[in-house]
C-alpha cells in the first residue's frame, strides 16, 4: 500500500500563474478530501467527494479554486490565477470510513 | 456545526513525564472524536479515534484518549513522554465516522519533549 500520493512535493510559482496540484487517493477508498494547512488559519477543509461526486465545496475560497476528480484514482486542485495568499500546505486524504489517511503534502510557495 | 477546542498551543514536557494534550468539543449530534499527530514536513497520522464504542481508546505508540460527554472532553494522554512524541497533535470531531463525512480540525498543540 503506497498510501495516499501528492505531487508535487514543492512548487513555486509566480502570481498569476495556474497552479495544478494532484492525489492518488488509497485504492478502495471512496472519499477524497483537500485540506490546507497555514500558520494563520491551521487546518481548513477545502473540499470533499464521496465516490468521485463533490460533496461539499463550501470551503473553496474562491472562483479561482476549482477541484476535479475524474476517477476513483485520481483528483486534482487547481488555482488559477494564483496569489501570495495561497501560499500554504495542501493535503489530500482519503477514507474508506474507517479514518482518514494524509497524503505528504504539497508545499505551495506563490511569490 | 462542529467545533473542536485545543487547550495550550504549546506543551512542553520532560522525558518520562506524563503527556496531557487537551481537547474539548461542541457538536449537535453524538460526535465521533480523533486525535492525529504530525511530524514535521510530513502529514498528519491517526493516532486513535472514538466512534462511541468504549469511551477509553487506546491508539498507537501508547497514547490513549477517554471521551467524557458530561465534560465534553477527549484529551490525549501518555503515560511517559519519549523524545520521539516531539509532533504538533490535532484533536478533530465529525459528526460520524462513515464516508462522506468530512473532519474539523482544532488549532493544534505543539508537544515539545525535553531531557
Known amino acids: 500500500d503506497a498510501g495516499v500520493i501528492q505531487s508535487p512535493r514543492h512548487e513555486v510559482t509566480e502570481m498569476g500563474q495556474e497552479v495544478t496540484l494532484r492525489c492518488k487517493p488509497i485504492?478502495?477508498?471512496?472519499?477524497l478530501f483537500w485540506y490546507r494547512q497555514t500558520m494563520m488559519r491551521g487546518l481548513e477543509l477545502l473540499i470533499y467527494?464521496?465516490?468521485?461526486?463533490?460533496?461539499?465545496d463550501s470551503g473553496m475560497p474562491e472562483d479561482r479554486f476549482s477541484a476535479k476528480m475524474p476517477n476513483a484514482s485520481f483528483s486534482t486542485l487547481k488555482i488559477q490565477p494564483s496569489e501570495p495568499r495561497d501560499s500554504a500546505v495542501y493535503f489530500c486524504?482519503?477514507?474508506?470510513?474507517?479514518?482518514?489517511?494524509f497524503g505528504s503534502g504539497t508545499r505551495l510557495t506563490v511569490v | 456545526a462542529q467545533s473542536v477546542t485545543q487547550l495550550g498551543s504549546h506543551v512542553s514536557v520532560s522525558e518520562g513525564a506524563l503527556v496531557l494534550l487537551r481537547c474539548n468539543y461542541s457538536?449537535?449530534?453524538?460526535?465521533?472524536l480523533f486525535w492525529y499527530v504530525q511530524y514535521p514536513n510530513q502529514g498528519l497520522q491517526l493516532l486513535l479515534k472514538?466512534?462511541?464504542?468504549?469511551?477509553l481508546v487506546k491508539g498507537i505508540n501508547d497514547f490513549e484518549a477517554e471521551f467524557k460527554k458530561s465534560e465534553t472532553s477527549f484529551h490525549l494522554t501518555k503515560p511517559s513522554a519519549h523524545m520521539s512524541d516531539a509532533a504538533e497533535y490535532f484533536c478533530?470531531?465529525?459528526?460520524?465516522?462513515?464516508?462522506?463525512?468530512?473532519?474539523?480540525f482544532g488549532t493544534g498543540t505543539r508537544l515539545q519533549v525535553t531531557l
Open positions: 467527494f464521496n465516490n468521485n461526486v463533490p460533496i461539499d
Open positions: 478533530a470531531v465529525s459528526d460520524r465516522a462513515g464516508t462522506a463525512s468530512k473532519l474539523t
Open positions: 457538536s449537535s449530534v453524538p460526535p465521533y
Open positions: 485504492s478502495g477508498h471512496n472519499s
Open positions: 472514538y466512534t462511541s464504542a468504549a469511551t
Open positions: 486524504a482519503s477514507s474508506r470510513g474507517n479514518g482518514y489517511t
